[in-house]
């Protein structure tokens, strides 16, 4: 029943275009689900894409074009007259409508709406432009069936069959007063099972949650995982109904903004796939290592001034790597346990200071298990007792720099609103990198005089 | 419209349930949804939670406890009677149900089942028992409504009533055969606006997705999030229709696999969060914090090995911070690519060997402009050529031999069934960390003979 890609698949398909065979290539894929064609089209060239797409009937053709990423769409599109682009728009959802619009220049955008016949359409897709792409406004389509309370029924459902057809999914209908609005939902369960002289008024669900347009993306998507929401309406400033939210664009929200998370966490500074090219990857990896390269020439610095006493102690050398890795992991740590709270908004009502005692305690727990391990190491197997003193204190004391380090990062980014993500990963390894590498020299300098 | 938890409301909430002021307490509750009221939970002690839950009616008692985390659950049903418990269950869906008694010992499950007096609940929690909670089984419900092809509308609009009665949610009405094979779906909207007399058959969707029960979780929420799925019908090997599984808990799916996947990344062994014991998050972290520690341990060997090298040219120790910190950015950064791609089945159909080509290439990019940066500043500011050489040789070479490190251990470990998100995070970055330092001190010898 699912369709799955195969290599076998696409080396068939690619022949039947290369050898001009249309109608053998047209019934490989014209059973198959606009997702499966999109995903098709991201294995061939563009040409060969193409060729296929015009085969598409208007709306399926339209529907790939939703399902195709970002950057391989606006190639895509690059070549079509904006009358054909135009021709795809209207046949789309309101919200996708404006999402792929919204991807052009001012100027084509313009030039696009003129030629969408339907004003209805053309009007949606300026009014969803205006709202900020990571806001509901920017989530939500205007397609909604909507009744008014004073209705029976019969005439909702009269209604609702003059509505439906242009709205692909009916989770809930939803009902409005005279002034537009919002007063509650109606399931279609409800519609369904209750006798149709009913007025409307009495099988509303008053309990309705609705978010504001400039409610932002991620809480939206929090508020429909909570309440394990398919739908949820958007209103205006004066509670009027303006759009609703479907769960799939919320799903989409919550895995670009975990994959966002862990690119960051991983020290890569854009969204990209292992698909991309080389150059595309490069420039997405090469910040975070320029930081790290930096990192290491102030190590080097720093180690220069030491350079009388790791002379004398070359010894201490060996345990650098050591002290900085620690120093790295343990400060990751802490701030992606932060930046997920954070995230997941489940961060309770410790304040900071609590959140940094209970850090604290945590890493004085590690901080004497590994330093105890450390210490029995090197009393057995070195001959100084001066460096093993130094090697344990240091872990000890870089353990808990380092955890204190990537609490508070995160917690003050966050506090002057920015995204606390942007401090983990590379940025809190190189600052503990350099902390523990400065921490462990003045320690070792302190107890090589002493013992 | 929405519930926002205040520390005010803890407060006074508190306020009331230590003065034994039921009513007052009740009254800030009773109209909060099920995941509000388990948020409160969240914030006050188990024995303030288990007094306002008393006075919850059961059918909220229930859903409370279905949206506590698992071990607060845990705690908090411990004390009770199994009757009481059953009573909860009841109440439930089949799948939460589930869920909830498959946290209890088999005993305590066959205890509790024995006061179950819904037969037929019983039975169909017996049944998902019995699949692996990662797979389409485990997260399906048995509620769900059927009708037979062959009824008519209105037929099916009066089976629909009796069955509706069991079901929260009705998204789509699943059509089947006289043998319970899944024949299609009927969405509720197609059922509204159709004439009564049709039979079903004439307009059933044939073309419905479905998975078998032993399908992983991740494959279904792959294929919800694909095709924009809200339910999706479970069959049995004969095609028998024997449960759903809504988007509400695929939503939960891919959250807690994001988090995992972040958490593993992060060094972090077990699903914990801010809010855990300070004990709890040391056990977490600790696993990491040792096997960093042993990394470390074998670093200071290797370069025990090279302590006369050291000792005449003192100032290659300066680099080795750098040269580890590069190794363990650049295979976080490999590593984290090719985790993704896999975990969104956005791999393509590029072979192993051409994964390995282009992250060849980036590494390539990445390492000569790195270079060529620390060539410059060593020409600068160092007196030996020695090192010069030896700093940018080396990491080149550790900057090729980390990503390629970092791509190949996860694709590798992907195609011997293990979890590739194993092998990012500290384990990729010890590896490299001890792989570069042994590059440099290798090059280093050759060049420090040489020149």
Redesign the interface.
């Known amino acids: 029943?699912?369709f799955e890609l195969t290599?076998e698949f696409?080396d068939e398909l690619i022949g039947f275009i290369a050898n001009d065979q249309e109608t053998e290539a047209f019934k490989l894929i014209k059973?198959l689900?606009p997702?499966d064609i999109a995903e098709i089209y991201?294995?061939i060239d563009i040409e060969e894409a193409r060729f296929l797409h015009v085969m598409l009937d208007g709306e399926k053709a339209a529907d790939v074009l939703v399902e195709l990423e970002e950057d391989d769409r606006e190639r895509f599109l690059k070549v079509l007259p904006s009358q054909t682009i135009a021709e795809f728009i209207d046949k789309l959802d309101s919200d996708d409508a404006a999402d792929v619009i919204g991807e052009f220049s001012e100027e084509k955008q313009e030039e696009v709406l003129s030629f969408i016949d339907n004003l209805e359409q053309a009007g949606d897709i300026v009014d969803l432009l205006n709202y900020d792409e990571n806001s509901a406004g920017g989530l939500m389509a205007k397609e909604l069936i909507t009744v008014n309370e004073n209705w029976s029924i019969t005439t909702c459902?009269k209604e609702?069959?003059k509505q439906?057809e242009n709205?692909d999914?009916?989770?809930y209908v939803y009902v409005i007063d005279d002034n537009k609005v919002l007063k509650g939902t109606l399931?279609?369960?409800k519609?369904?099972?209750t006798p149709t002289n009913t007025k409307i008024k009495n099988i509303i669900n008053e309990d309705?949650?609705?978010?504001k347009a400039d409610t932002p993306s991620e809480e939206v998507a929090h508020?429909?995982?909570?309440?394990?929401l398919?739908a949820l309406p958007v209103v205006d400033a004066l509670n009027r109904l303006i759009g609703r939210i479907t769960?799939?664009d919320?799903?989409?929200v919550?895995?670009e903004e975990?994959?966002r998370?862990?690119?960051l966490?991983?020290?890569?500074t854009q969204d990209?796939?292992?698909?991309d090219s080389?150059?595309i990857?490069?420039r997405a990896?090469?910040p975070?290592?320029?930081i790290?390269?930096f990192?290491?020439?102030l190590?080097?610095l720093i180690?220069?001034n030491y350079?009388l006493e790791?002379?004398l102690f070359?010894?201490m050398?060996?345990?650098?790597?050591?002290?900085?890795?620690?120093g790295?992991?343990?400060g990751?740590?802490s701030?992606?346990?932060?930046v997920?709270?954070l995230a997941?908004n489940?961060?309770?009502?410790?304040s900071i200071g609590r959140?940094l005692i209970?850090e604290l305690?945590?890493a004085t727990?590690?901080g004497i298990?590994?330093s105890m391990?450390?210490f029995g190491?090197n009393f057995i197997f070195s001959d100084s007792f001066a460096l093993t003193i130094t090697v344990s204190t240091a872990l000890f004391t870089v353990i808990i720099f380092a955890s204190m380090f990537g609490t508070f990062v995160p917690l003050i980014l966050d506090k002057f609103k920015i995204d606390p993500a942007l401090a983990?990963?590379?940025f809190i390894?190189?600052v503990n990198?350099?902390m523990g590498?400065f921490i462990y020299l003045m320690i070792g300098k302190m107890f090589f005089t002493f013992f």
């Open positions: 029943m699912q290599k696409i059973d689900h997702a991201d294995e459902l609702m069959r439906a709205v999914e009916v989770y399931s279609l369960k519609l369904l099972l309705v949650t609705a978010v508020i429909m995982d909570k309440y394990d398919v769960i799939d919320v799903v989409d919550i895995r975990a994959e998370d862990y690119q966490v991983s020290g890569i990209v796939e292992s698909t080389a150059w990857l490069t990896r090469i975070w290592l320029f790290g390269l990192g290491g020439i190590a080097a180690m220069g350079e790791l002379g070359p010894q050398a060996f345990f650098i790597p050591l002290i900085a890795a620690m790295g992991n343990v990751v740590q701030s992606s346990i932060i997920q709270a997941s489940s961060m309770g009502f410790e959140k209970k305690g945590v727990l590690n298990v590994l391990v450390i190491y983990t990963g590379p390894t190189t990198d350099i590498l």
